[in-house]
């Protein structure tokens, strides 16, 4: 695939507006900031518009804040100018150029490829598999978003895409998590929320689970990582990945392989084939400057079933069972008692019911919304 150039000076006021509409507006929970950008809507963007002209886009402070949804994560959070300019940047540049070269299997943060696309893939290629034993080789990167690197990154967006523009806005976004203020204020935050916990009234048992979730929650390191929650930062770890996307399917010749972000499933019926792709993607992924960590293993599918993107694939009576994993059955449980409670108010509630509710529809949970929501309401 040829380079692409003339991308940056390609962005209008059209393109600016649209952005906006179609994804600022709609999907930013935060309506407070909203109503502040619209007060003065038609200066701020043109604001937005002027940055990409004058080529002096600068960045500002990510709102980092630390959540626990299901698990302790850090989010990094923009204000409105600094949000659309980073979706204009992921719709006009990253997505125009980077989409066309993945494989068809990357299912991450692409239109019409994301989770439900993936579990009709799953259903397809064990019901291709089955009638023979199935063997499954589930690998996970070790903090992903934390150690993708820099440079390696900017150098194969390089062979992507030759307009300058693109690459110096590009590189101010990447470079921003080597601001000071970034680790700092994580250590606070983690400190912060550790002590909290300290102070609960449940168990020490309970306390040092949570603790420890809070300790592993890893610092930038210098050249090093995205920043969590940035539109540009999905679509730029789908990309990271890529050449290794290609090598499974193209060199070890896996006809039954998917990635979502930083966990990839390949399927067979040959586990020796499976145990040399498993070598082959280890000494893979160190050129990336990454590695596989400890969930990464092969698995008996006939056997143990496969859990990926919150199904749980099993094998009976020769047909293939989509049973919801327990942490998800559990979160769905929770939610909905904190919803009968009055604890989430109704409107958020109803969004929350409706999302389980296009989830779960594609495994065999008839049951289980029927009694949760008959118990709850």
């Known amino acids: 695939m040829k380079r692409r150039r003339n991308l940056y000076d390609s962005v209008s006021m059209e393109d600016i507006i649209k952005v906006y509409r179609r994804q600022i507006r709609v999907n930013t929970k935060n309506k407070y900031k909203i109503k502040r950008f619209e007060d003065f809507y038609s200066i701020n963007i043109s604001r937005v518009k002027k940055t990409f002209e004058n080529e002096n886009y600068a960045g500002g402070m990510y709102n980092i804040f630390l959540i626990q949804e299901p698990k302790y994560r850090i989010i990094m959070s923009q204000n409105i100018y600094d949000k ?17 070269c993945l494989i068809e299997t990357n299912i991450a943060t ?44 900017l150098d194969l967006l390089n062979k992507k895409i030759k307009d300058k523009k693109v690459l110096d806005i590009l590189k101010k976004i990447i470079y921003s998590t080597d601001r000071e203020y970034v680790n700092r204020t994580i250590e606070k935050l983690k400190n912060m929320e550790i002590e909290r916990i300290r102070g609960l009234n449940i168990s020490d048992k309970e306390k040092n689970i949570k603790i420890r979730e809070i ?47 930083d966990d990839g499933v390949i399927l067979s019926n ?84 409706s999302s389980y509710r296009g989830h779960l529809k594609w495994g065999n949970c008839y049951n289980l919304m029927k009694i949760t929501l008959k118990n709850q309401f």
């Open 110 to 153: 692409r239109l019409n490829k994301g989770t439900h696309f993936g579990i009709k893939l799953i259903k397809k290629y064990l019901n291709n598999l089955k009638g023979e034993t199935i063997y499954a080789l589930k690998y996970d990167i070790s903090k992903y978003f934390y150690n993708i690197d820099h440079e390696i990154l």
């Open 215 to 261: 300790e592993q929650i890893p610092l930038y390191k210098k050249g090093r990582g995205l920043p969590i929650g940035n539109m540009t930062s999905q679509i730029l770890a789908v990309f990271y990945l890529n050449e290794l996307d290609h090598f499974i399917k193209e060199d070890l010749g896996s006809k039954y392989y998917i990635r979502y972000m």
């Open 270 to 353: 040959d586990k020796e084939y499976l145990k040399n792709c498993l070598k082959e993607i280890e000494k893979m992924v160190l050129k990336y400057r990454l590695c596989l960590n400890r969930k990464t293993k092969i698995i008996n599918v006939s056997k143990e079933g496969l859990d990926f993107l919150g199904f749980r694939y099993c094998i009976i009576d020769n047909k293939v069972i989509l049973k919801v994993r327990k942490l998800t059955k559990k979160n769905f449980k929770r939610k909905m008692k904190l919803i009968r409670e009055e604890k989430i108010p109704l409107e958020s509630g109803l969004r929350i019911i």
């Open 84 to 100: 659309l300019i980073n979706h204009v940047v992921a719709s006009k540049f990253l997505l125009l150029v980077l989409d066309r």
